[in-house]
Structures are given as C-alpha cells and as structure tokens.
C-alpha cells in the first residue's frame, strides 16, 4: 500500500508565508489549488519525469510546468547549452544570432508561419496577433469559443478557460465594456454558431481565434470538420484564421496541431515548448501580414527581453530534441496508454467519465460526456475530480489542478511510469 499522508509541513510553512506576500500565494491562479482543495505542495526540484516537493516528497508530473517540460525537466542537454550561453551573458536588447536560428526552426517547422516575432509570454503573442488581425483587415471584431483561454489580455476574458473558468469567475473586473465589446464567442465545435456571428456581422470581423486542441476547458479535440469548416468560413468572409498553438505548438506534433489536422491558419501563435522552460512566446504567420508588423510596418509592438539569448538557447536545444526520429510515435503511444487506462479504471470502478488522447495531450472528465464544448465540460463532477487530485498527489501523482486543464507527458515517461499512475488511480477510484 503506497504511503497515502504525505508529510507537506515546509510546503504549508512556505506557502502560509507566500499568501502574505503575494496574492493567494501564487504567481499565478491555477497553481492555489483552489478547485481541487487542500494546499499546493512547494517545489523544490525538477528533473526527467519527476518532482520532488521541500518536504522530500516525489512526484510523477503530468503538468511538466504546463507544456514547456515535453523532454522532461532540466533536461541535461537543455541545462548543459544554457550554461555554455550563461557565460556571454543573460540578454542583450540587440539582435542575437540565436534568435535567427530558432526562427527558423519554427518557419521550417510549423506550416502558416513564414516570418516569426519572439515575445515573452503566450499572453504577449495573442494581445500581438488580435492587434495585427485588427490591422491587416481594418476589422474590429473577433470570434473566440467559450472556455478557450488565451492568456490575460483584457480582449480575451469573455467566457475564457483554465484560471478563469477554474476560479468560475464571471469575466474579470477591471476589463472595460470598451475592450469586450469587439469579442463575439460562439460554442466551441459548433460552426453552425459561427456561421450565424458572421452573418449577423457582415464584413465586420478581423478573424477567429481558437484552440485547435482546446486544453483550457479540460481537453477537447476538433469534432471532423471544424477546423476545416471554420477554415472555408474565414475565407468566404475574407476574415482570418488565427490558430493559438501555445499549447499544441511541437506537443501535438513537430508542426503542431495544423500539421496535424492537415489545416492551415493565417496566424499562429506559441509559447511554452519554444521556450524550453524560459519565458518565450512567439507569433507567425503569412508574409504579407507580419511584414505590418514595427519596425518593418506600422503595428507597434516590442518587448525588452525578447528573443533574448538564454530563452533562445533553450528553444532551440529542446526543438533539436523534438525533431528527432520517434518523438511523436513514443509520446502518443505513452500517453494514450495513460489516457486509454485512466478511463477503462474509472468505468471499472463505477465513475461515469469521458476523455482521450491526443499525442501528449490528454484528459479525464467525470462525466458520461461526449464532451464537446465547454458547456458540456462543466456538466463533469468537479467535486469528484478534486478528490481524485488529492487521492493522487498523496500517491506521488501530481496531476493539473484543476478539472478544466489538460494533462501533459514528456519523452522522460516511461511505461513505468504510466503503470504506477493506473495503479495509483485504481487505488484511488475504488476508494472514491
Ligand atoms: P502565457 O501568457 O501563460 O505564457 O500563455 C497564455 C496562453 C495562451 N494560449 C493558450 C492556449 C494557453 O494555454 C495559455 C496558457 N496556458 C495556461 C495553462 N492552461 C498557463 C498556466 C497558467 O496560467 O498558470
């Protein structure tokens, strides 16, 4: 019998002080455990597959520091690289050849983009792509789907997931009616409502954004023929189609979900993975639209530590990493063996659920389900699933934290690994 009372006193030591310096303790929301209950546990190192929290505690982590992690933690060539880098120093604010080189891997790999900005942050990437899709069609309205999160940007907290549909919060205060007013949403999978948005805005609307592979309201894939619907939509409507990869970029597959589901948008934007675990984000796309983009074009954006060296460094080593012969069989086989099994014990042991799999990416509703939109997502047992969290974490399982995020494996997981995580969620549901 695994040990199921994990010790957590420095964990709860250090995060009763964090909440008096920081806001619910956290640099960011997701992370308070909030709608999972009971505290976070406090890191004290990553490495491969696995955390180890201040109290000694070890974990197999399926967040992998929600995407950047797909080689694993602290991976030694990542580590070795950024060392070498270290030594000339941390940034620039000057062109760097490294900024090159991994714009280029992202131009080869990725099948919209043909010109690249680095930015600091998926957030940053988005507030880039909706000012840019504003300016190329002088249109001011966009379509977004409810629950897809894309980053804190005022624009987009309309009906948004991961933090925001976590903590239920309504929209968010301080977002002006001025800058939510231009944001339609429609269901996600449902293009029946788009087609409505775009009738009733005729010629008014900039594009549609969207989570190709939605990780932000649980996992959600694409119903056949809604990425290719909405992609015939925006052309019919000569609006464009913005697909937002943070998550899916070089986790679905080398090019993403577009190389994937075989569509390709106008834009795109990414984060995470690029990064190799240091902050970049970065949005692309066709020539004729980011060549807009200042100084080569009148859209103004800029950003003091893009594109500065380390981050590139660890772009470009974990790309290296990723673009090697087997990557995406050995994470889709990994991780649909994971996804396949959580759901065959759940049923097994009585829970209703729904979920799957798709490369790395995966996700467990308890719900019968089919889930297909937001909507449906929230009908799962939330309750249910942050019992299942801690029944997890106090088995060394560090799941997301929330029902409405999806799970993440990396190249460092091992049939091992998956094993000990279906026994420890077998333990779990037949005690739930
Ligand atoms: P960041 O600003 O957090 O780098 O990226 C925002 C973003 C944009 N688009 C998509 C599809 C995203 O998933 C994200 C960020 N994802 C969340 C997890 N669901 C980040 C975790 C957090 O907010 O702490």
Not at 128 to 133: D, E, N, P, Q, S
Request: hydrophobic share 40%; proline share 5%; net charge negative.
């Amino acid at each position: 019998m695994v040990n199921t009372t994990i010790k957590t006193t420095k964990s709860q030591e250090i995060f009763a002080a964090a909440q008096n310096l920081m806001p619910g303790g956290v640099s960011s929301p997701v992370r308070a455990f909030k709608s999972v209950g009971g505290q976070p546990i406090v890191f004290d190192r990553v490495k491969g597959a696995y955390i180890w929290d201040v109290d000694g505690n070890k974990y197999i982590d399926y967040v992998g520091t929600w995407g950047p992690a797909i080689c694993g933690h602290a991976h030694p060539e990542v580590i070795s690289a950024l060392h070498e880098a270290l030594e000339k120093g941390t940034s620039f604010g000057a062109p760097c050849v490294l900024e090159n080189v991994l714009a280029e891997m992202v131009i080869d790999a990725v099948p919209s983009i043909e010109m690249v900005r680095f930015v600091n942050s998926g957030t940053e990437a988005c507030m880039a792509v909706l000012r840019l899709m504003r300016a190329f069609t002088q249109r001011e309205k966009i379509i977004k789907f409810e629950g897809c999160y894309h980053g804190h940007a005022d624009m987009f907290l309309v009906k948004a997931g991961s933090g925001v549909a976590t903590l239920g919060l309504p929209d968010s205060p301080g977002v002006p009616k001025s800058a939510t007013s231009s944001t339609l949403t429609a269901p996600y999978n449902d293009l029946e409502a788009v087609k409505a948005l775009f009738e009733a805005n005729r010629g008014e609307i900039a594009g549609v954004i969207l989570e190709p592979v939605v990780g932000n309201a649980g996992f959600i894939p694409p119903d056949a023929g809604f990425l290719e619907g909405l992609r015939e939509l925006t052309h019919e409507h000569g609006a464009l189609l913005v697909f937002d990869e943070v998550m899916t970029g070089f986790r679905i597959a080398y090019g993403g979900a577009q190389e994937k589901f075989g569509i390709t948008p106008d834009l795109t934007t990414m984060g995470k993975v690029i990064g190799g675990g240091l902050p970049v984000g970065a949005y692309g796309g066709r020539r004729d639209i980011m060549s807009m983009i200042a100084p080569a074009g009148p859209v103004y954006q800029a950003g003091t530590l893009s594109g500065n060296p380390l981050a590139m460094t660890a772009g470009i080593k974990t790309l290296e990493l990723l673009r090697k012969p087997g990557t995406y069989e050995y994470l889709e086989r990994i991780t649909k063996k994971l996804a396949d099994g959580l759901l065959q014990i759940a049923q097994e042991t009585g829970h209703a659920a729904c979920g799957g799999s798709i490369s790395a990416m995966f996700g467990l509703f308890f719900t019968s389900g089919p889930v297909h939109n937001y909507e449906d997502a929230k009908k799962s047992d939330t309750a249910k699933f942050g019992r299942f969290h801690r029944g997890m974490l106090e088995r060394g399982i560090y799941l997301a934290p929330s029902q409405f995020e999806a799970g993440f494996t990396s190249l460092e997981h091992t049939d091992e690994d998956i094993e000990q995580t279906l026994a420890a969620a077998r333990e779990v549901l037949s005690s739930l």
